[in-house]
C-alpha cells in the first residue's frame, strides 16, 4: 500500500525553466509534508517542508504547493539549474516521533 | 561537525553471515532511524529510537536488531543474513527543537549491502 505515490520517475528540464515535481497522497492523517534530494551516492538530503495547514511554503528557488482537498503536493524549482539534478523524494509524516513515509522518488535532470 | 556517520559504505555478505551497520552521530539529536532502499523503491522505515534506551519497529523489521545506549550510536545488526537484505541502508536523525517543530531528518551517506 503506497501511501505516498510519485508517479513520474524522471524528468527533464532545460536549464532555466521550471522543474514541477509531483507528488499524491492517500492518509489523511498526513500533517507534514517533505522534500528531499538526493545525488549519487550520498544520503538525501532535506530541501523544503509544509504544514497541512498551510497551502505554499517558499525558499528561494523552491516552492511547495499543497492541495489538501485533491491530496496532492508540488514542488517547483525556478529558474531550474544543472546543479538540481538530483532524485527528489517526496516524504510525509503521521502520528508521534517523526516517522515518514517517502515516495519512490523522481530523477529530475537539469540540461544546460 | 561531521553529522551522521555510517561504517562501512561497502560491504559483502555470504547468506547466513552477521554484521552490524554502525550509525554515529554528533548533533545531540534525541531521535534516530534507519531505513532501507531497495532499487525503484522509496526509502523503507526498519527501526527507529527515540532515545538512548528506547526503540520500536518500524515498517520493515523483520531479519534485524537495533540497540541504543548512547544518544550518539544507533547500530543495526543483521542477523542470518539473506538475499532479501541486499539493499542500501540509510541510518537518519532528527531533533524536534522546542517551539519549531523541524521534521527534517539528517541522513547519513549510506551503507550498500550485497548478500550472495
Known amino acids: 500500500d503506497q501511501q505516498v505515490k510519485q508517479n513520474s520517475p524522471s524528468l527533464s528540464v532545460q536549464e532555466g525553466r521550471i522543474s514541477i515535481l509531483n507528488c499524491d497522497y492517500t492518509?489523511?492523517?498526513?500533517?507534514?509534508f517533505l522534500w528531499y534530494k538526493k545525488y549519487p551516492a550520498e544520503g538525501p538530503t532535506f530541501l523544503i517542508s509544509?504544514?497541512?495547514?498551510?497551502d505554499k511554503n517558499e525558499d528561494g528557488r523552491f516552492t511547495v504547493f499543497l492541495n489538501k482537498s485533491a491530496k496532492h503536493l508540488s514542488l517547483h524549482i525556478v529558474p531550474s539549474q544543472p546543479g538540481d539534478s538530483a532524485v527528489y523524494f517526496c516524504a510525509a509524516r503521521s502520528g508521534g516521533y517523526q516517522k515518514v513515509t517517502f515516495g519512490i522518488g523522481t530523477k529530475l535532470q537539469v540540461i544546460p | 561537525n561531521a553529522g551522521v556517520t555510517q561504517t562501512p559504505k561497502f560491504r559483502i555478505l555470504k547468506i547466513g553471515q552477521s554484521m552490524t551497520l554502525q550509525c554515529t552521530q554528533d548533533?545531540?539529536?534525541?531521535?534516530m532511524y534507519w531505513y532501507r532502499q531497495d532499487p525503484g523503491m522509496g526509502l523503507k522505515l526498519i527501526y527507529y529510537s527515540v532515545g538512548a534506551g528506547i526503540t520500536d519497529k518500524g515498517e520493515v523489521p523483520n531479519g534485524y536488531n537495533v540497540s541504543r545506549s548512547t544518544t550518539e550510536d544507533f547500530p543495526l545488526r543483521l542477523e542470518l543474513a539473506a538475499p532479501s537484505q541486499t539493499s542500501v541502508y540509510f541510518c537518519a536523525s532528527s531533533y524536534p527543537q522546542q517551539g519549531q517543530i523541524n521534521y527534517g531528518y539528517t541522513f547519513g551517506s549510506g551503507t550498500r549491502l550485497t548478500v550472495v
Open positions: 492518509n489523511s492523517m498526513f500533517d507534514y
Open positions: 548533533m545531540n539529536h534525541n531521535y
Open positions: 509544509i504544514s497541512s495547514i498551510k
